[in-house]
Every structure is written in structure tokens, then in C-alpha cells.
């Protein structure tokens, strides 16, 4: 079908847009992701009014006038005005769309009902496509895979144009339209129990560019999506608000009023100045005037700029001296040189099947093979590891995951380990006051629903986890309460077209990489919300890939069957490890 309409139709949109995106991204060096869409509030689309909404083109029939219609729709600018050109007039003024937008694939078809067509003036077509997810009231995208059909009504008007009678009640958007027309923007909260920044991706309206910072502020002070609602905190208190637009200042400034914080004390006002700050960075590289009630929100300082915030991943990242580790033939070595450690572990004492080591480097959690099971041990780096005992025996099982590190709230904590037993029962292990660790369940009933979880691995910001279940790659936020943890908002994630995944780990904190069962795509960047796949080079890897370590700053170690492999962009071709072994099991900090 034609897309001389459809580009007529967004050109101007789509240029404010990308437009957008290379200020952005020239403005912003600290963004680990490509530029990709968000949404806002739908009540806030549309408010400006556009004159040169490109018109349909004339006597162009049903089929197509219900095609046009999709590619239009990813247009916001007055309330859709591009989309509604394509309705009766009766529908256009009853036309109010669900606040959740439909994404599908591009290569979708329209076509006539099956049924017999009676009225030469009237026909049903049906949009057929596949899913590919959904962008929630909350401006988050939600991946999901399936058949879209939708039939729709089309009429013959007094002037001889087919026109739309009931247009659908979700939104559809084809998923290019979509990507041109809106911006990711990473919103960020805390994690739970520390002052660690977590992002949470939304998508919003490209255009009109001098609202993009308004839209993403009102979303911070909307809270988290609803999938880290609970696993985050907000620092901005409930009743915080908007003292009217972001607005730029004949001095190049952001203004962002904000009102209902003045009574906060001066460090949780910091913490509010970090979110802000942050959240923005990504639309603009302009200085931001924060004020509370007309004053400046912090004393002594008006305005900022993301150089001014100190670090708020440093307890989320591996340190610098720490070159991670892997597993062989039963004993852990360095990656840093291919020795083994020092104590116990790197010395043969303990067969190690699987093991992981702490953020700061200095604790080990380590599965043993014990006989026809595994058991766990934590200790001190290169001291003796204690075995984790318990009466009531929630670690029993024939298998284990490897560990993984929730990472500490302070310097003085030792964190938790995690990890699956048996394939189904999620267990956290927590030090005691007298120096031991004891084994608590972690509700995770709607993950295991899925099936067996292979492997487990907590993000360092500790607000998410990311898990293979049953060969599918999940993500789920966790949400602690008292002494309670949960496993919530589970969702699938895609990682290619009839792939299974076999291990993963967090590249950054909003993005994944994977390694796959598919010799043509055997390792892939998947973004935490899972819009989009990005097959790494598959050049000199010996499928199949078996395992796979990532961390901020660091390059990518992946083993296949002929030793462990490095790279650190999506087209780089992989080189081998300095010190490589067969059966290598790498793994960094984490």
C-alpha cells in the first residue's frame, strides 16, 4: 500500500521530533541508550493546535482510509487532529480514546470483513497485525506478543469519501509511526532503602518540543509507573505540584515551579533537585531554575546542571579494581589475570559450581556440589565460605542458580543473597546478628506460574530482577514490605524471533543483554521494557553461547564452546578473552 500519505501526513511531527532527538543527544553524554519514544498523559496531548494537518488524499478507498488511519494516529498534536480527518463527523466529535495505545508491527494489512458486504455504502474492515505491546496510561510500554484484530466501519459520505464511523477504542499505532513520534525519557526515583537512583522508562510526545520538559516533570510528579510502584520510592511527597508550566527564560534557563515541598528538610530537597535534574537531562541541555513557591528550591543554589549532582549509582556498579571472576573446572579465578584466587575457593577445597561476589568485592557467595545436591556458602574473599544451614530446610533441592547480590543499603551492610532452588522456590539469605545467614522465601508465585527459573540476577540498584523461566526472558520489580518480599508486575520480554534465552545479565540499569539458543542472533541488547531487540555481532562466536556477564563501564565476557569472548558495542566483533578456558563460567561483581 502507499506511504506517500503516511509521510506526508508526519513529516512535520516526525522532524520536530528527531529534531528533538539530536539535541538530546548532543546535549547528554551520559545516556547509555539510543534515543527511543515516550508518552505523556493523554490529557495532555493535543493541546496545541496545528494548521498544516495534512488532509487526506481524495477518493482513496476503504481500505486505505482505514490504513491511514493507523499511520495518522501517531501523530498527538491537537488531540489527534491528523487521525480525526479520517472520521465522520459525528465520530470525530465522539471519538475519546482509551488512555492505552495499541503498538503493532508495521507489516499489517487491512481488509474486508468476511461477511458478505450488503451496503454499497457502508463496509467493515478488519486491521490485522501482530502486537507488539502496549503504552499504558502511565506513559510505560508494556511488550507483549499476539494477534491484533480490530474491524472498524466505513462509510461513503454525501461528497463521495470513505470515512471511519467507529474508530477504535485503544488507539493503534504501527510501531515506526511510533518510534518517530515519541521520546524515552529514563524518570527517576530511589531505590527502596538507599539513595541510589533507579530509571523508569516512559515515553513521551515528541512535539511540541517547548513542552517536552513540562510533560516528563509532571510525570515525576505523577510517581513511578505502575510497574516500580512499591520497588522505588519518590522523594517529592504526595501533594507536591507544578506552579505552572516549565518555561524557558530570556537567559536560556528551565524554570520548573514546583509548590508543596517547602516544608521538606534541606537533604530531601537535594534528593528532589537530583530527580529533576536527571529526569530531564535527556530532553534538554539547558540549566534548570528549581523554585519552591517562587524561591529557590535548595538554599544557595537557584540553578543546576547534571554536573553538579554528585553520584547516585556509585553503590549500583562494580568498583574499579575489581576485574570479576569465573568459574573452572570446579575452582574460581580472575578474569584479571587467569589465576586462581586466593583461599578455599581458588584452590580446589570446594567444588564450586556456580558463584558470585559481592559489589565491594569483598564477600563471596558460592553453590558447592555436595553428592547428588547443591548447597550454598557465603564467606569472606579468600577465606573459609560458611554453609548456609537451616532447620526448616528452604534451600533443599537437587539444583541452585547461581547466586546473585542485592546490593547494600550503607557501607557497614553485608546485603543478601539470592537465589533458586530447585528451579522454583526464590530464596533470599540474610545475615544474623551473631554472624550467620538464614534463608527467608521470596514471594514469587506469579513467576514460577511460567515455569522452571533457571538463572536469577538482581539488578545492582536492587528495584528489579531479571530471570530465564522456562526459556523466556522476565523481568519483575521487587517490592520488600516489613519483612516480606515479592516478586510483582512479572512481565516477558522478547529476545528474537523463536529464540530461547539461556542466560542473561544488566548491562546498565534500564537494559539487558542475553544470550540466546540462536546461532544467528546468540547474544542481544534488550532494553528492561522490552520494546525493542538488538543483536550483538555473532562473528567469531562458536554457538552455543552459554553464559554471560555484563556491568557498567565494562566490556561484555560471554562463553561459547570454545572459551569466553569480550565485546562492548552492538557491530563490534568479539575477541577472545586475555585468559580464556574451556568451560568458563564468567561473572562480575553483582
Not at 506552579?243 to 524554570?255: F, I, K, R, S
Not at 575452582?331 to 556456580?354: C, F, N, T
Not at 533457571?454 to 523461566?469: F, I, K, N, P, Q
Not at 538488538?534 to 562458536?542: A, E, G, K, R
Request: net charge negative; aromatic share 4%.
Amino acid at each position: 500500500m502507499r506511504r506517500v500519505t503516511r509521510d506526508a501526513m508526519l513529516r512535520g511531527v516526525a522532524g520536530a521530533a528527531l529534531a528533538m532527538a539530536a539535541v538530546v543527544t548532543a546535549g547528554c553524554a551520559t545516556v547509555v541508550e539510543e534515543s527511543q519514544p515516550v508518552a505523556v498523559p493523554r490529557g495532555e496531548l493535543g493541546q496545541t493546535t496545528n494548521p498544516d494537518l495534512q488532509k487526506p488524499e481524495k477518493d482513496i478507498d476503504a481500505l486505505t482510509v482505514v490504513r491511514d488511519f493507523v499511520h495518522a494516529s501517531a501523530a498527538p498534536l491537537s488531540n489527534n487532529g491528523a487521525a480525526r480527518l479520517y472520521l465522520t463527523e459525528g465520530a470525530d466529535k465522539n471519538w475519546h480514546p482509551d488512555n492505552i495505545m495499541n503498538i503493532i508491527d508495521d507489516q499489517f494489512n487491512t481488509v474486508y470483513a468476511p461477511e458478505t458486504q450488503t451496503d454499497p455504502n457502508q463496509v467493515e474492515v478488519v486491521i490485522h497485525g501482530q502486537t507488539v505491546g502496549t503504552l499504558n496510561s502511565d506513559s510505560a510500554f508494556i511488550a507483549s506478543k499476539g494477534s491484533y484484530n480490530q474491524s472498524v466501519t466505513v462509510q461513503k459520505q454525501p461528497d463521495g469519501q470513505w470515512r471511519i464511523v467507529n474508530p477504535p477504542p485503544k488507539m493503534v499505532l504501527a510501531y515506526s509511526d511510533f518510534t518517530m513520534n515519541y521520546v524515552r525519557v529514563p524518570v527517576y526515583f530511589f531505590a527502596a532503602d538507599s539513595n541510589t537512583v533507579v530509571p523508569d522508562l516512559r515515553y513521551v510526545a515528541g512535539v511540541p518540543q517547548s513542552g517536552l520538559a513540562d510533560r516528563v516533570v509532571r510525570l515525576l510528579l505523577d510517581g513511578p509507573s505502575d510497574q516500580l510502584r512499591g520497588a522505588v520510592r519518590n522523594a517529592l511527597p504526595e501533594g507536591a505540584n507544578a506552579d505552572g508550566p516549565v518555561t524557558a527564560t530570556g537567559d536560556g534557563a528551565l524554570v520548573v515551579p514546583l509548590t508543596g515541598v517547602s516544608g521538606q528538610p534541606p537533604d530531601i530537597k537535594r534528593l528532589i533537585a537530583a530527580q529533576i535534574v536527571l529526569s530531564l537531562q535527556t530532553v534538554t541541555p539547558n540549566r534548570l531554575r528549581l523554585l519552591s513557591d517562587g524561591s529557590p528550591l535548595v538554599d544557595g543554589q537557584s540553578e543546576w546542571l547534571p554536573s553538579d549532582l554528585p553520584s547516585y549509582t556509585g553503590m549500583a556498579s562494580p568498583s574499579a579494581d575489581q576485574p570479576g571472576l569465573m568459574v573452572v573446572n570446579d575452582r574460581i579465578r580472575s578474569l584479571g589475570d587467569g589465576e586462581p584466587i586466593a583461599g578455599p575457593a581458588g584452590q580446589g577445597v570446594y567444588h564450586v559450581k556456580s558463584a558470585a561476589q559481592s559489589l565491594d568485592g569483598r564477600q563471596l557467595a558460592i553453590v558447592e556440589q555436595d553428592g547428588n545436591r547443591e548447597r550454598l556458602r557465603i564467606g569472606a574473599f579468600g577465606r573459609d565460605a560458611l554453609t548456609v544451614e537451616t532447620s526448616t530446610d528452604p534451600l533443599a533441592g537437587s539444583t541452585m542458580t547461581r547466586p546473585t547480590w542485592r546490593p547494600t543499603a550503607s557501607t557497614d551492610s553485608t546485603g543478601e543473597v539470592w537465589t533458586v532452588v530447585g528451579g522454583v522456590n526464590v530464596v533470599r539469605v540474610l545475615r544474623t546478628s551473631d554472624l550467620g545467614w538464614v534463608p527467608q522465601a521470596v514471594n514469587a508465585g506469579d513467576v514460577v506460574a511460567n515455569g522452571s527459573i533457571t538463572v536469577l540476577r538482581l539488578s545492582r540498584d536492587g528495584a528489579r530482577v531479571a530471570m530465564v523461566v522456562n526459556g523466556q526472558l522476565m523481568v519483575a520489580s521487587v517490592v520488600r514490605s516489613q519483612d516480606a518480599v515479592q516478586l510483582r508486575g512479572s512481565r516477558i520480554l522478547p529476545v528474537g524471533s523463536d529464540a530461547q534465552a539461556v542466560d542473561v545479565d544488566w548491562l546498565s540499569q534500564d537494559s539487558l543483554v542475553v544470550a540466546t539458543q540462536s546461532s544467528s542472533q546468540p547474544v542481544v541488547k534488550v532494553p528492561v521494557d522490552g520494546l525493542r531487540v538488538d543483536p550483538f555481532n555473532s562473528s567469531n562466536l562458536t554457538p552455543r553461547v552459554s553464559s554471560i556477564t555484563a556491568a557498567p563501564g565494562r566490556p561484555i565476557v560471554v562463553a561459547d564452546s570454545g572459551g569466553l569472548w569480550t565485546a562492548s558495542d552492538l557491530g563490534e566483533v568479539w575477541r577472545p578473552q586475555a585468559h580464556t578456558f574451556p568451560g568458563a563460567d564468567p561473572f562480575y561483581p553483582g
